[in-house]
């Protein structure tokens, strides 16, 4: 209400209380439009209040309902960095058991299943382009020796070692896996045997210069590998390998820490 509408009710409600105007003809018809204001005055400030608790009611729906929805949206994005998370974790599992299946845990280099696939392809290609390739089949001298005296986690370390430096020796092109407790193969591609021999033979130097500190005392590690080249139309394992197989016990019987090579031909 404003002070203009206030100010005349006021000044009609001193007029309806005025004796002096108990009698005048228009009192009547004042008094009713005065009842008849202050009725439509209450209605009105009834429906304002129905209003303002709608408002309110709708208000407090919205907020309730916005808050639902943030705490659905809070609860879809928990759930959805949970599934991504489990996702990650799932493809790094995967990768892992990939990664299993064909490296060797202990010294990470491929094991024998990834050794068989690089030597069908390496076959194929030498089929197809006439390509050379040479195997190597390298031996820890004395190991189970070294594992009887100093014990199994010191042989780990001599294994961890060798990988270490052959890792570091041959060529990017070149694979060099664990064939099996102390026992290591080389695929050297493109390589003919005599390239082969030198490789190997530095190899062989570098191994002999490695040393592993076993309490107050240094453990020096030997190694002898033998050789052979493919030859075409053989198989690698049961062919080229042992040749190389032979090569290597050649080398044992010689004296060891030396690599031996089997003929390209005969």
């Keep these: 209400?404003?002070?203009?509408?206030?100010?005349?009710?006021?000044?009609?409600?001193?007029?309806?209380?005025?004796?002096?105007?108990?009698?005048?003809?228009?009192?009547?018809?004042?008094?009713?439009?005065?009842?008849?204001?202050?009725?439509?005055?209450?209605?009105?400030?009834?429906?304002?209040?129905?209003?303002?608790?709608?408002?309110?009611?709708?208000?407090?729906?919205?907020?309730?309902?916005?808050?639902?929805?943030?705490?659905?949206?809070?609860?879809?994005e928990k759930l959805s960095r949970i599934s991504d998370g489990y996702q990650q974790l799932m493809r790094e599992h995967n990768l892992a058991l990939a990664r299993d299946s064909t490296h060797d845990s202990l010294t990470g280099l491929p094991n024998r299943r990834m050794v068989d696939e690089h030597l069908k392809q390496e076959a194929q290609r030498a089929t197809r382009h006439a390509a050379p390739y040479t195997l190597a089949i390298l031996d820890i001298d004395h190991f189970k020796r070294i594992n009887d005296r100093h014990g199994h986690e010191i042989g780990d370390r001599v294994l961890v070692a060798i990988a270490r430096v052959m890792q570091g020796e041959l060529r990017e092109y070149d694979l060099c896996a664990r064939w099996g407790g102390e026992e290591f193969l080389l695929l050297l591609a493109e390589t003919r045997l005599e390239e082969a021999r030198t490789i190997l033979t530095r190899l062989l130097r570098r191994l002999a210069a490695v040393s592993i500190e076993v309490g107050d005392a240094t453990l020096s590690i030997t190694a002898s590998a033998g050789l052979s080249e493919h030859r075409a139309g053989e198989d690698p394992l049961d062919d080229t390998l042992q040749r190389a197989d032979r090569a290597l016990l050649q080398a044992k019987r010689s004296g060891r820490n030396r690599c031996c090579i089997t003929p390209t031909r005969g």
Aim: proline share 3%; no cysteine.
């Design 1 to 76: 209400m404003t002070r203009e509408d206030a100010a005349l009710l006021s000044r009609v409600e001193s007029l309806l209380a005025d004796p002096a105007h108990a009698r005048h003809p228009l009192r009547q018809a004042l008094e009713a439009l005065y009842h008849h204001h202050l009725e439509e005055k209450a209605r009105l400030e009834r429906l304002v209040s129905i209003s303002d608790g709608y408002q309110r009611l709708a208000v407090e729906n919205q907020q309730s309902a916005r808050q639902g929805y943030d705490k659905i949206r809070r609860r879809q």
